[in-house]
Every structure is written in C-alpha cells, then in structure tokens.
C-alpha cells in the first residue's frame, strides 16, 4: 500500500514518566543524539499521514514546543487531567473529528520507543489493510516479558484482548507475546471503540487496550509481529535506556566495521546516528562521536576524544580532544588535550597541540599552534608557528574583537595579541612580546621590558 493512505497518525507523549526520576519528560530524554520523542515522530512522519498528532499533558508546553521544533507541520492535542491511553486517544480523536468524522487507517504510536522504525511500521500499516482487520496491534516476543501488556489469544489465532501486568492471572503472565503500544484501527471502529472505556482496573486508568473487546465485537482484530523486538522495545527507566542504547550501539559500531572502518573497542566507543565516518579510519577506545560527525578516510580518532558536529578531512589525527562544531583539514594533528571551541577552520597539515584552546579561529594550511596557546577570534596565515604560551586577547569586557596574523610568520613564546590587531606576512616576533599595535610585513617586532632585580627583598626571618 502506499504510505500516504494513512488517514492519521496519534503519538502518545502526554506521560510524565516517574520511573525515569527526573525533572524532564520521559520523551525528551535522548538516545543515540535525538530524544525519544524526535525519533519516533521522524518514523511516522515517514509514513506520510495525512495528519500527524501529539498528545501531550505533563510539561505540556515543553513536550509541544519539542513537537513543533521537528516538525512544524504537527497537530498538538491536549489530554485533559483523566488518565490513560485511552484518555488520550479519545482526546486526540475528539479534536481530529471537529470538522466530521474522519475513515480509514490510524496509526496510534507511543513515544517511549525510541528505535520504531518507519520500515516496521510501514509493514504494520500493509499488513492490517491487506488482512481487514478492523483493528492491529503490533507485538513482539520477549524472554521476559515482564512489565508489557500480554497478547492474550483464542484458539485460532484471533486477539481476544490485552491484559496489563497488574491485572493479569498466573497463566496470562506465562504468555511472552506483549504489546508495544502501537496499533493501526479503522477510524470509524476506533470512534465507536474509546466510547465505550470504563476505568475498572488496578490502575484506575482508561486503557486503551480496553477498545480492542469493542473493536473485536465489531470487527477482526489482528496482530503483526514485529521483525527486531529491539525496535519495539520501550524505556520506563534509566536501566533500560542505558541496556537498550548499549544494544543499539553495538549494532551501530558493527555496522561501521563491516563497512571498512576499525572500531578497536567497540565497547568503550559511541556513535551516533548521524555520524558519517571513511573508508579506513581507526577509532581508538573512550571514543564519543556525536551530532553529525563527519570523518574521512584515513583519519585516526582517539583515544578518549569528543567529536561534536566535527567534519575530519581525509588522514587528520584527533587525539584526546574535545572538539565542537569545527572543520580539520587534512593530514592536520590535534591533540592531545586539546579543546577546539565552535566555529573553527583549521587547514590542511595544520597543527593545535597540547593544552591548545581554539574559538572561532582559522589557521591556515602547514600553521602550527603546538601548545599552551589560546587562539580566539583569530585568523592565521599558512605556514605559521605560534610559539607557546601564546595569547589572543580578544575579549575586552564589552566586545570579542579579532587578531589577524599573517603567513609566513614566527611567533616567539609567551606573546600577547591585544586585539584588534593586524599582524603582516613574515613577521617575527621576540618572545614575551606584547603586540598592540598594526605589524607591517616583513618586520620583526619585540616588547621592551626592562628587568630589575631587587635583592634581599625578603625579611631575614622569611629566608
């Protein structure tokens, strides 16, 4: 079938969560650099529906906030204080339905698993049109089953209900089919279906497996199975989001070294979704790349280096470093120790050394800042050396303001940039030298300072 005969999608974000013990919304803590709630919408919204709804009620304005910033285009529903995921579609249905009744498919998805993919759920949706059913629920079997909804069936096959944990009986708990949370109904049947819910359960709440009894009176209920019970799999805690984001890691590292790229302890190594890596590179352990990393072919990464929104041209090497939002030419040497701020450019065969810290700065090709230095809003001709312990002091309490050093150049140790300042090509400059003022080319430059030695300063009793 095709993905834009979805009538409807209805995401469930409205929980708060307590089992994750934070000051957030379950939805919004993240996995694999997106949270939970950007990558389940990111899924559906594959699917094309032609609308796609939000439910939302604890730190409402945050979770709808959230929605809108991954995708403008989205339906933000209200549940009220009754609680429940029937609560919830029946206030998602109630403000779907103002303008008339609405046919067809509805998908109904919870946001707490952040590996639904859109390739499962497209079969999801396939399979219930092509069978009939009036109603779907997607399931996978686990081991343990422990804490999900159990598939309770009859004897042909035919989902009679689902049973929560609290309320199921000793031969319903054996069962290891569960629900996931996610459904596709008939649009008309699931209107007829949350009418009906009653809150007569251990957890006082409207369920919304509660509406497959209704839906099964009226119509065939059906169940797919999910391919990978890891993409179903849900996150009520921080035990399971730290199990479940190990378990996808591995697969992510796997991946990557089946693809060309050595990953030297893939347990101590994390990768995100969005990271782009080449042929041939070599991540050493205590490795986090994050963002939309990208890193070419050749490039040694690592050890224990944070790469954030980073692009690593072809055979660089990042060592020990943290760096952000910065573009490393290649064959350059990073590290180690050392912090590249957002905003840089460093060049082709460019060096930042030891205890270097870089912000919005652009060295040029072959220049090298080999340790102890700070180079801040600053731009660097090619094929200079910074001597170290130097400093570009941008910052003078109201405005950044910037250094421009020329190519060619030699800086002497412990310099002093007082920006704004311009410096020429093949300069010079003496050690412990204080530039203020503009350099010409081809000049060698020294700050005069006279040094005085004042002996037996110290009192007798000090010596």
């Not at 994750?20 to 950007?38: D, E, I, Q």
């Not at 959230?66 to 549940?79: G, H, L, P």
């Not at 060096?351 to 660097?380: C, Q, R, W």
Request: proline share 4%; aromatic share 6%.
């Amino acid at each position: 079938m095709a993905s834009s005969a979805l009538t409807a999608a209805i995401v469930l974000a409205a929980g708060e969560g307590t089992r994750m013990r934070s000051n957030k919304p379950k939805v919004l803590h993240t996995f694999a650099g997106r949270t939970f709630l950007n990558r389940v919408m990111a899924s559906v919204r594959a699917l094309d529906p032609a609308t796609l709804a939000v439910v939302v009620h604890f730190q409402a304005d945050r979770v709808a906030a959230a929605a809108r910033s991954y995708d403008e285009s989205v339906t933000i529903v209200n549940q009220d204080d009754i609680p429940g995921t029937g609560r919830a579609v029946q206030c998602a249905m109630a403000q779907l339905t103002e303008h008339g009744p609405i046919t067809g498919p509805v998908l109904i998805a919870a946001s707490d698993m952040p590996l639904l993919d859109a390739a499962t759920l497209e079969r999801l949706v396939a399979f219930h049109t092509e069978s009939g059913n009036g109603a779907t629920v997607l399931t996978t079997v686990l081991d343990d089953p422990t804490g999900y909804g159990r598939i309770i069936r009859d004897r042909d096959g035919n989902v009679l209900r689902i049973v929560e944990q609290k309320d199921a009986n000793r031969s319903e708990l054996a069962v290891q089919e569960v629900n996931t949370s996610v459904y596709v109904f008939d649009a008309e049947l699931l209107t007829r279906a949350i009418a009906d819910l009653k809150s007569n359960n251990a957890q006082g709440e409207f369920y919304l497996t509660d509406t497959l009894e209704t839906a099964r009176s009226a119509g065939k209920v059906g169940a797919f199975t999910a391919p990978d019970p890891l993409s179903v799999e849900g996150v009520n805690d921080r035990v399971q989001l730290a199990a479940l984001a190990k378990a996808h890691n591995r697969r992510v590292c796997e991946a990557w070294m089946r693809g060309g790229v050595t990953i030297l302890d893939p347990e101590t190594t994390w990768i995100d979704d969005e990271v782009e890596i080449g042929r041939d590179a070599v991540i050493l352990p205590g490795c986090f790349l994050q963002g939309h990393t990208v890193i070419g072919e050749e490039v040694v990464v690592g050890p224990y280096t944070t790469l954030i929104d980073a692009t690593v041209d072809a055979e660089a090497t990042v060592e020990r470093s943290r760096v952000q939002e910065t573009h490393i030419g290649r064959a350059a040497n990073i590290g180690p120790w050392t912090y590249l701020r957002p905003g840089n450019e460093l060049g082709e065969e460019s060096k930042a050394g030891a205890f270097v810290e870089m912000k919005k700065a652009h060295i040029g090709n072959g220049t090298k800042v080999p340790h102890l230095s700070y180079m801040g809003d600053a731009t660097l001709g090619d094929h200079t050396n910074i001597g170290g312990g130097t400093i570009t002091a941008n910052y003078d309490g109201v405005h950044k303001n910037k250094t421009h050093i020329g190519a060619g150049c030699h800086v002497g140790a412990g310099n002093l940039f007082v920006a704004p300042v311009e410096v020429g090509d093949n300069v010079t400059t003496g050690a412990g030298s204080v530039v203020r003022h503009p350099v010409p080319d081809d000049t060698m430059v020294y700050s005069e300072n006279t040094q005085h030695n004042v002996e037996g300063w110290k009192p007798a009793w000090e010596r």
